[in-house]
């Protein structure tokens, strides 16, 4: 039977180390001609997870733990090292010693991801696998916060003559900030395993509203692939944000299995 510790690790590595290559690009595009080194940074980084990707092609669910720990160490150092480049190119950004197409708070959005893929890696190297009811909360405020970012990029990035979809965009950025203040709440509150009924209704409430977000997603890239709507958004960067909202449910899915299980 396969270690579930292997599984997860070799699972967390496919879909983050992608997500890490395109922050790369898309932080590429947006710097400007005089930025050739910040760009020649994030050049390197894309080189940096192809590799990883590549590597990760020659394991499997069979693979032997140590060998999957050594490789979780490998891709830690790479997060770590993309997540201390995003936040240079903050800092910078922040002091006003560049000017870039890059909002600030998607360089923070992006430097948010890194280190949550980097402590994703240390978590299973030691060997966290079942989640708790306080890693409920925090993993879900994380993601919502995520979810909220992405519906102001949308919406600042849509032309302005699509007023009716702006409108949606900021609605839904509207409906997720409400979300991680709610989340923020119940995680003063610190609900324990007895009161797993709050956590269900919690996971629910989010669950509908990221499947709403999620079509939306899906919806606009279809229409901006398709050259059907006016904006700035990069094919690749529409999809990029449709496939973490499918992975906001698959995590959700996975919350709501332990807690069926921890009922029993």
Known sequence: MANPIVVRSLDEI?????????????????????????????????????????????????????????????????????WSYK?????????????????????????????????RLKELNEG????????????????????????????????????KLVDQANEFSHDFDQLVFQAVDLDTMRPQSETVPILDQFLDQNRVSVVSLRDFKKTARELIEACRIKSNIHPLLADHTFREAERFLEIIDLYEAHLIKAKQ
């Open 87 to 119: 936040r240079k190119v903050l800092g910078l950004t922040l002091r006003c010693e560049i000017r870039t197409n890059n909002f600030p708070l998607l360089v923070d959005h992006v430097s948010r991801e890194a280190a949550y893929f980097a402590n």
């Open 128 to 163: 966290k696998l079942a989640p708790q009811p306080d890693k409920i909360i925090q993993e879900n405020l994380f993601f919502l916060k995520i979810m909220a970012d992405h519906a102001k990029f949308i919406g600042h990035l849509l032309d302005p003559s699509e007023r």
């Open 14 to 82: 496919q879909f983050w180390s992608r997500i890490m290559k395109e922050h790369a690009l898309f932080l590429s595009l947006g710097f400007t001609y005089e930025q050739q080194h910040l760009i020649a940074e994030a050049q390197q980084f894309i080189n940096v997870f192809e590799r990883i990707e590549e590597k990760l092609s020659r394991f499997s669910a069979d693979t032997d733990i140590r060998q999957v720990q050594a490789f979780n160490n490998e891709v830690y150092q790479a997060a770590v090292a993309i």
